[in-house]
Structures are given as C-alpha cells and as structure tokens.
C-alpha cells in the first residue's frame, strides 16, 4: 500500500532550528512535496524534490534520500509566524499526490 | 490577479440534501482536483479532470459527483449518499506539464446540521 509518515506534532523555540521528517512508500515515485498549512486555511507550496539532496530557499530547505524512502524540512531562524501544519506529499507513478496527515509545528517565545 | 477561488467558505448541510461547492480557476490550467481533509488525516483525492468534460474518481469518490463543462470551472456535489460529509474541501489546479505544482483554493468548510 502506498503510506506517508510524520510527525503529529513538534514544538521549537523562536531563532532555533526544527527539522520535520516524512518518510513514504509509494508505487513508483515522481517528487517529494512539502506544502504549509495554517489553520484553516489552504496550503501553499513550500518545496518539491525529485533527485536525491538538498534543496535551499532561505530560510526552508528540504533533503530527499529516495533510496531510503525518506524526506526533511529544515526551517532555521523560526519566526512565530513559522507557527503551522507542515504537510508532506509523495507524487506515485500515476501523478497523483499522497498526503501525509500533517506535522503540527508550534513555536514558542 | 490570476487565481482560483471556492465559494462559499462555509456552507450548511442539511440531512439528505445535496449540496454543490464552487471551484472556479483562470490560470488557464488543464487540471482541477478535489481534495477532502479531515482532523489529523492527510488529504484525501475526491475527483480529478484532466480535460473538459472528462474526470475521473480518485480514493473516496463515494457520494460525490463532479462536472467539468468549462476549463475553467470545477464543481462538486456532495450528495445524500455521503453520509459523513462534515470536513474541509479544497480545490486546487495545475498545468498538466507541471502536475506536481498544485495550486490551492482557499477551501470550503462543510459542515451538517
């Protein structure tokens, strides 16, 4: 069966650094996505990885091992706003998302 | 501003009524999708369309239905048979050169009275 892991929820503290990991099981693979979510609201696209490594955009940067099944989101320098589900998607052989249920990240002053 | 826009944002249920949820884009994109998320679940793949007037079910496509008579616009019909239909609807859109870049409505909230 095709399956998504992460993390319900974690909690960091303003300035620091949070890593959210996902691993996945999927038939046939096409990209690892990373979207955030506040609540109630739509989610927005946050990265993509397709090859194995690391991708950086600021202060969000995503690694792929697709030989281990497995992803993280690193967010440094957290801001409140940081605050938010952080949701994990694998893209199978059909183009068709998996979603994981979502890690809630609570931040803290 | 190009976009895609759901309406409304919250709607009522009444038991055994159907209800229609709004999804329209003018990104000029080829896919639309229909996804359903629920507390602590991911979500989960209603209908999708590739091309105008033509769609396909994706997981939980029981007591739904969708129509795609423009590009532009997407609607979903929550049916009577859907008997748990309280949850979180989003639509979203993509290029069908770029599926993996899904473009998100602002969701409509669903709930029963």
């Known amino acids: 069966g095709q399956n998504i892991d992460q993390p319900t929820e974690m909690t960091a503290t303003e300035g620091a650094i949070v890593q959210i990991n996902c691993t996945y099981q999927?038939?046939?693979?096409?990209?690892l996505f990373w979207y955030q979510q506040h609540a109630g609201e739509a989610p927005t696209f946050l990265s993509y990885?397709?090859l194995d490594g690391l991708e950086e955009k600021g202060r969000f940067s995503s690694f792929l091992s697709r030989s281990k099944g497995y992803s993280y989101l690193l967010l440094k320098e957290l801001q409140m706003k940081d605050s938010a589900s952080y949701l994990c998607?694998?893209?199978?052989?059909?183009?068709?998302?998996?979603w994981g249920a979502g890690t809630k990240l609570i931040i803290k002053p | 501003d190009g976009g895609i826009t759901q309406s409304p944002k919250y709607l009522f249920r009444k038991e055994g009524q159907n209800v229609t949820l709004s999804c329209e884009q003018n990104?000029?994109?080829?896919?639309m999708y229909w996804y359903r998320q629920d507390p602590g679940q991911g979500l989960r793949l209603i209908y999708y369309?590739?091309?105008?007037?033509?769609?396909q079910k994706g997981d939980i496509a029981e007591g739904y239905s969708v129509s795609r008579e423009k590009k532009e616009s997407f609607p979903l019909t929550v049916t009577s048979a859907q008997k748990n239909p309280t949850a979180f609807y989003l639509c979203?859109?993509?290029?069908?050169?770029?599926?993996?870049?899904?473009?998100f409505g602002p969701g409509t909230r669903l709930l029963v009275l």
């Open positions: 979203a859109s993509s290029t069908l050169r770029e599926q993996e870049t899904q473009y």
């Open positions: 990104l000029n994109h080829d896919a």
């Open positions: 369309s590739q091309i105008v007037n033509d769609f």
């Open positions: 999927t038939s046939g693979f096409n990209g």
């Open positions: 990885n397709v």
């Open positions: 998607a694998a893209m199978d052989s059909n183009y068709q998302l998996i």
